[in-house]
């Protein structure tokens, strides 16, 4: 286990505005890589927005990878020595597909497509169909993106495949069919599953929302860095504006637990009920 300095980035990206979003997403990237991040971690659908209303707005927005994003986030991981895990609509022959990339100063390490759609996603984009761990210099980083969280199953895998730490780009989203999207103490739910995921699987777990309003829909903020004993070392971040989380996390496996959760597992006793 070592110690690594990670960054959630929260910011409000245009709709439909990629090129001013790229430019701004390097902004940012600076700004966290100044304050000695080594992980920066960017929101879901970074350089597109996410409200989208059908798939004809997405086709212009959407971008093969690697292409033009991964490439100026490559060099800005060059640049500062860091790595980059952010969101953007990926174009894969005909299908698209709401993407994570992790991003090394060697290139692009690895690319993850949401598991989970939610709501009028499922209008957009075409599922993903496996887990995915990446290596990197500061550890192997597994990714969920924003309703992904809600699935302990997904979280549970990256942890057993190896991850050292898990990434979130997320848009938490609420509208006027969602009356309370804050508890009552100001977080959303999305903050308490983000715990849960770190308790459970002793791993840190970094989220990093988005702010702002699109067609009607209001994005929540309160993006977080969870230690992997489930305590939030950072945020939660504004509800309203751009801000930037930087934490010390450990990376890896927890030493210090007095019982270790994977060696407590009784996966003898457990049951999946799968189609259900």
């Not at 777990?205 to 702002?212: H, I, W």
Request: hydrophobic residues 40%; aromatic residues 6%.
């Amino acid at each position: 286990m070592h110690s690594a300095t990670v960054a959630a980035v929260q910011f409000a990206p245009r709709l439909g505005q990629v090129e001013a979003n790229r430019a701004r997403t390097l902004e940012l990237i600076d700004s966290a890589a100044e304050k000695g991040a080594k992980l920066v971690v960017l929101p879901e659908c970074s350089t597109s927005g996410y409200a989208f209303s059908d798939q004809s707005e997405i086709v212009g927005l959407a971008e093969p990878v690697p292409g033009r994003t991964v490439d100026i986030w490559h060099e800005r991981a060059a640049r500062h020595d860091i790595v980059i895990a952010g969101g953007l609509i990926e174009k894969s022959g005909d299908d698209f597909h709401n993407s994570s990339v992790v991003v090394t100063r060697d290139g692009l390490g690895g690319i993850y497509r949401k598991v989970h759609l939610w709501g009028r996603e499922r209008d957009l984009y075409r599922e993903g169909t496996e887990a995915v761990v990446v290596d990197t210099p500061i550890g192997r980083i597994g990714t969920v993106i924003c309703y992904d969280l809600w699935f302990p199953e997904l979280s549970r895998s990256l942890a057993m495949m190896g991850a050292d730490i898990l990434v979130s780009p997320a848009n938490w989203a609420g509208n006027a069919r969602l009356s309370y999207p804050y508890d009552r103490h100001g977080l959303p739910i999305g903050h308490h599953m983000a715990v849960a995921a770190a308790a459970f699987n002793e791993r840190p777990v970094v989220v990093a929302d988005r702010v702002g309003t699109e067609n009607g829909l209001r994005f929540l903020g309160a993006s977080c860095i969870v230690g992997h004993s489930g305590e939030v070392v950072a945020g939660s971040a504004s509800h309203d504006d751009e801000q930037i989380l930087v934490a010390d996390v450990d990376i890896g496996p927890r030493k210090d637990a007095v019982q270790s959760n994977r060696q407590s597992r009784r996966p003898d006793v457990y049951r999946i009920l799968g189609g259900q």
